[in-house]
């Protein structure tokens, strides 16, 4: 992937997949560290699954054999030093608390670490394609914080559809003027 | 600064548009969206369809969607146009440059952009 905001979106379509009422996607910026949180409250997966999906032969599609998301995305992270971790609760087996969670850590002052890139892009994505599920974006940085939670944005429009294009470039400037102002 | 009170604003502007809306999209714009799709540039190509379609005022007949893997990894940016009681058109190997074509062309002309297709490609 050409830009980390890229394998963001990869994974979280998995959390939408994995029938994920609510999708977080939260980032963690220091000077030197860039820290990627996807967490869902989806169906998550058995511990042996969860063995497997960092296997580049295993994929949930039916169309290939190979499911490369998350190889990538694991890679990426370590090339630059960094770690990548997976947790994850089956709904089989904790029906009142299941979910995947995914955290990597990237060194921004690596030669290998790719840029961030369009992550509006990314989280307008998101949204576009799945207005009933509903997502929260959070970003923090040394000199401030950005913020979205689509719950938020619906209490407000009543039944308006969020896949609407006016509610997707009002979403996509109410972001972007947070990332200017910080 | 943006607040989400205007959003109200949005509200009462999309309530009648919803209602002429509804079950009327009769084209069907589907996007792959997988780790082939997005590596290989999928997200601009979706922009461009929800801009365009917007833009050319086409949002009451055609509905831009997303899709996962469609299996033909190697051509991907893929995009499929569905339209009741015709074929299916596959696109491949999109851009946001052809996708503003394909608009044009195809999704508001009719006419279908045949060098962009799956047939064009898979000589």
């Known amino acids: 992937m050409k830009e980390l905001s890229l394998n963001i979106l990869d994974i979280a379509e998995n959390s939408?997949?994995?029938?994920?009422?609510?999708?977080?996607?939260?980032?963690?910026?220091?000077?030197?560290?860039l820290t990627i949180e996807i967490i869902d409250n989806g169906c998550g997966m058995t511990s042996d699954i969860v063995k497997k999906v960092i296997d580049p032969f295993y994929t949930t599609r039916t169309t290939r054999k190979v499911g490369l998301g998350i190889p990538f995305f694991k890679m990426e992270a370590e090339q630059t030093g960094g770690t990548f971790e997976i947790e994850s609760k089956a709904e089989s087996e904790f029906p009142n608390d299941h979910g995947t969670k995914i955290k990597a850590t990237f060194h921004k002052d690596h030669i290998d670490f790719i840029p961030l890139g369009d992550v509006v892009s990314t989280v307008t994505t998101l949204i576009q394609g799945h207005p009933d599920s509903d997502f929260l974006f959070r970003h923090v940085t040394p000199k401030g914080e950005v913020f979205l939670d689509t719950r938020e944005i619906k209490n407000e429009l009543g039944g308006v559809s969020l896949a609407e294009y006016e509610v997707i470039k009002w979403i996509e400037e109410y972001i972007k003027e947070q990332y200017q102002s910080i | 600064m943006k607040s989400l009170a205007e959003l109200q604003a949005i509200k009462d502007k999309m309530k009648d548009k919803v209602v002429l809306r509804e079950g009327s999209a009769q084209k069907r714009v589907v996007v792959g969206m997988a780790t082939c799709g997005i590596a290989a540039g999928a997200r601009p190509v979706l922009n461009a369809f929800v801009e365009g379609v917007s833009k050319e005022g086409l949002s009451g007949e055609v509905a831009v969607t997303q899709t996962g893997c469609i299996g033909i990894c190697q051509y991907e940016p893929v995009v499929e146009v569905f339209e009741a009681g015709k074929e299916k058109v596959t696109y491949v190997k999109m851009t946001a440059e052809k996708a503003q074509r394909v608009i044009t062309d195809h999704l508001k002309g009719g006419k279908v952009v045949t060098e962009y297709t799956i047939a064009a490609y898979a000589k």
């Open chain 1, 16 to 33: 939408v997949k994995a029938k994920a009422p609510l999708t977080q996607i939260i980032l963690t910026e220091s000077e030197d560290l």
